[in-house]
């Protein structure tokens, strides 16, 4: 340990004894990182800068420090973490930046109301809500989000209302829940940011496998957050995020009856299974 590495962290000596530990944590790793790689005064400025200029492409619609934190996988390092558990329970997986309230609506209702529902195949997704043993959750809620079949969330396109493509759902007594969209496709996370400066300068692609995004929440049980992804996607193997899972992929099946769809249509299926609020380590 250095001389100034001493000074600083005798200096850490706030009320709370958590954010002691993270704060002399953190600045022993950045101390570490300076010694190995040893920035010029330069690089240094220019690495401020960039976090300066990922604060100024935050709004309340974007967040672009979470893209970089997908970007570089420490949002799956910080989800991996925390989410231990049983086995059989479902993997957890990044949230990303485009979260957003979204409007309830019945089991069984569409989800997709833009130009998107004459372009892209039409899909039932459905499934159960249960614990880790496979007993139904009824009444756990469902909170859906997903892009468009060209890679856009409703917050980033004009041509969707607010709301397009979401959709808040209550699943039923036996902890079901349905409901009706259209195929996702994979899709560029933004590059007009910082997080596309650093893909394109360490020579990665900016690519997410097609996707629908859940957050679950059942009385008693820890929430989930997590991804369903399509089997077949080319970039399941380099995921943007480092999000995907081998238990979140699933194969869409092409059918042509049932699900009131009127037409062919593409079926998903999907158990979520969450964790006990009391689960422990070991048991």
């Known amino acids: 340990m250095t001389p100034l590495l001493r000074q600083v962290l005798s200096q850490v000596d706030g009320p709370d004894p958590r954010l002691n530990e993270i704060v002399s944590a953190l600045v022993t790793h950045l101390h570490a990182f300076v010694e190995e790689v040893r920035p010029t005064e330069r690089e240094w400025i220019a690495g401020l800068d960039f976090l300066i200029q990922t604060g100024q492409m935050c709004t309340p619609d974007r967040n672009e ?36 309230p979204a409007p309830a609506r019945d089991l069984g209702a569409w989800i997709s109301f833009g130009p998107e529902r004459d372009r892209a195949v039409p899909t039932v997704v459905h499934g159960r809500v249960l614990d880790c043993d496979g007993t139904p959750l009824p009444g756990a809620l469902v909170d859906l989000w997903q892009a468009n079949d060209t890679g856009l969330y409703d ?6 209302d607010a709301g397009n493509l979401r959709g808040l759902f209550t699943a039923d007594g036996d902890g079901r829940y349905w409901f009706r969209t259209v195929r996702p496709s994979s ?7 910082t997080g596309g400066k650093l893909l394109h300068a360490i020579g990665r692609h900016p690519m997410r496998p097609a996707h629908l995004h859940y957050r679950v929440a059942a009385a008693g ?49 999907f158990d979520l299974k969450l964790v006990p609020l009391d689960w422990k380590d070991g048991q």
């Open 65 to 100: 420090f979470i893209l970089l934190s997908d970007m570089l996988g420490l949002t799956t390092a910080v989800d991996d973490v925390n989410h231990v558990g049983p086995e059989g329970m479902t993997p957890s997986s990044v949230e990303g930046p485009f979260h957003s």
């Open 221 to 269: 049980h820890r929430p989930l957050t997590t991804h369903v992804f399509l089997a077949g996607d080319p970039y399941l193997g380099s995921d943007a995020a480092y999000a995907v899972k081998d238990e979140l992929v699933c194969h869409p099946r092409p059918r042509t009856g049932g699900w009131d769809m009127g037409g062919p249509y593409e079926e998903i299926e």
């Open 187 to 193: 899709y560029p996370v933004p590059t007009d940011g």
């Open 155 to 160: 917050t980033q396109d004009d041509t969707q």
